[in-house]
C-alpha cells in the first residue's frame, strides 16, 4: 500500500519544524511528490487555525449585535452542517479585512479550539474524514506531511484546555487514527530527553509573547489549573503529563511509526536517521 501521509509529532521545541522540512526535503530528493503543512497553516486540509465555529441561531444572534458588519460577516461565513465557520485569520491576513478588537474578540470566543470539547471533537473529526477521502479519490502518488496536529492538537483541547478524562483523549486520536488508516501514515515522534532543558531553550529563542502565553495558556486553565500549577517550572509539569500521556497513545496507535531521539539537536545526525527511516 503507497504510503500518503506522514505525521510529525512531539512536544513544544522537541524539532517538528525542521524534522518536517527535512522529511520534506529527503521525499523531493527521492522524487517524491510532496505537500508540508506546517503548525499555523490556514489552508490546512485536516485542521482548522483562526476559524470560528457559530450554529445558526447564534450566527445570527452575532449578525444582529454588529448589524453595520452584517454584510462583511455573512459573505465570508461558510455553511457547515448546522452552523457557519468564520475564518477570521484569513480574513485579516490574507483578504485584509479589518474588524474592530470586540468584533474578533467575539468571533475568537468561538475559536475552533475554544468551543467546547465535544463540538471540537465533531468538527476536527469531520474535517480530517474529509481530508482522507480527498486523498483516496486522487489518483496521484503525492505524500502529505502533516506537522503537530494530529496528537499535539487533540490533546492541546482535551487535557491541556478541557482537562478531559485519559479515555476521552486517548479515543480522540485514536479515531483519528481509524480515519487515516487507508492513507498507510507513518508517525515520526521526535523524543527529547530533558522537557525543562526543552522548553527552556524554546523560551530562550522564541519571543518573550509566545512564552508568556504559552505558560498562560498551560497554567491558567483546564489540567494546569486544576493542580495549581503555576510559572514555567508548572508549565514544564503540564508537559511531562502531556508527554506521559503522548507515549501512551504511542503504544497503541497501530500504524507504522518511529520514536526518534533527537535530545543532542544534531541536524546531521537526524538528517541520516531520517534518511534511513524514509528509505
Known sequence: ????????????????????????????????????????????????????????????????????????????ATAHDQGFLIPYRKMKEQWGIELPDHIVQDIFSRDIYEIPFEQNVKLITEKWQDFAQNVLSTNDDCITIFECCFIQNPLTMGLIKCNQSKEQNVQYVLELGRIIHALNPLLIYIDQKDISYTFDKAVSERPKEWSEGFIDYYTNQGFGQAQGYRGVQGTVQVLQERKKLESEIYGLLQMD???????????????????????
Request: hydrophobic content about 35%.
Open 1 to 76: 500500500m503507497a504510503r500518503r501521509l506522514i505525521l510529525i509529532e512531539g512536544l513544544p521545541g522537541s524539532g517538528k519544524s525542521t524534522v518536517a522540512k527535512m522529511v520534506s526535503e529527503i521525499l523531493k530528493g527521492q522524487g517524491k511528490e510532496v505537500q508540508l503543512f506546517q503548525e499555523g497553516n490556514l489552508d490546512h486540509p485536516a485542521d482548522y487555525e483562526g476559524v470560528s465555529f457559530y450554529y445558526a441561531g447564534d450566527f445570527e444572534a452575532l449578525l444582529k449585535t454588529h448589524e453595520k458588519y452584517r454584510e462583511i460577516l455573512e459573505s465570508n
Open 257 to 279: 511509526k518511529v520514536w526518534l531521539d533527537n535530545s543532542d539537536y544534531d541536524r546531521e545526525a537526524c538528517r541520516h536517521k531520517l534518511e534511513k527511516i524514509l528509505e
